[in-house]
């Protein structure tokens, strides 16, 4: 018999033994059968109507280029980067944890490090323990972050950082069995992981 759309409290006891109800729910309705062939349907449909549709004018739009208002005045567009990774190459040895509160990311001596998006330079710190050579920049609406054990700091107290300014380069300094650079990112003092904040 074919299991209905929307189950009876006592289904989904029955089926999930885990979790509360608005769990259950949500997990009964996207493993039914008949919604996934409905959400597989208009994804299908969605992705060859795309193929149809042309480029807007502002998709076209390169940095730079001057964009005219009705009345005939020039307004300046520019693109900017939401949050990047700090390294070109990313690759993660250890994650975020109790233990842990931030990133490592794994490279040489020597290697770029770049600000996770653009701020304000609050704190440089050279220590031959805990994070060694750091950086915190300051983000705004107190977001900060954390750049930790660098070999070279390239940046100065107070200076104002974008995506491309090279903060400093990897190193082993501090605390540190390898060449890493480690990642904190803090929202109002508190410990996030990164990688809820950085691209997917």
Do not use: W
Not at 147 to 174: D, F, P
């Amino acid at each position: 018999m074919d299991e209905p759309i929307i189950p009876s409290v006592k289904l989904l006891n029955l089926k999930y033994r885990v979790g509360g109800i608005t769990r259950k729910l949500f997990r009964h309705l996207f493993e039914h059968k008949r919604v996934r062939a409905l959400l597989g349907t208009n994804m299908a449909l969605m992705i060859v109507a795309s193929s149809f549709m042309t480029n807007t004018a502002i998709g076209n739009i390169q940095t730079g280029t001057p964009v005219y208002a009705v009345d005939g005045t020039e307004t300046p567009i520019s693109t900017e980067i939401g949050t990047q990774f700090p390294t070109d190459l990313v690759r993660i040895t250890q994650g975020y944890n109790f233990f842990h509160p931030g990133l490592d990311l794994d490279g040489i001596t020597g290697d770029t490090i770049k600000p996770i998006k653009k701020g304000k330079v609050i704190s440089i710190d050279h220590s031959k323990f805990a994070y060694g050579n750091s950086v915190i920049i300051d983000h705004g609406n107190d977001l900060t972050s954390l750049y930790a054990h660098m070999s070279k700091i390239n940046v100065t107290l107070g200076q104002e950082v974008t995506t491309n300014t090279k903060v400093g380069e990897m190193g082993a300094t501090g605390r540190s069995f390898g060449d890493h650079l480690h990642l904190e990112i803090r929202d109002h003092g508190v410990t996030l992981n990164p990688l809820s904040v950085l691209p997917r």
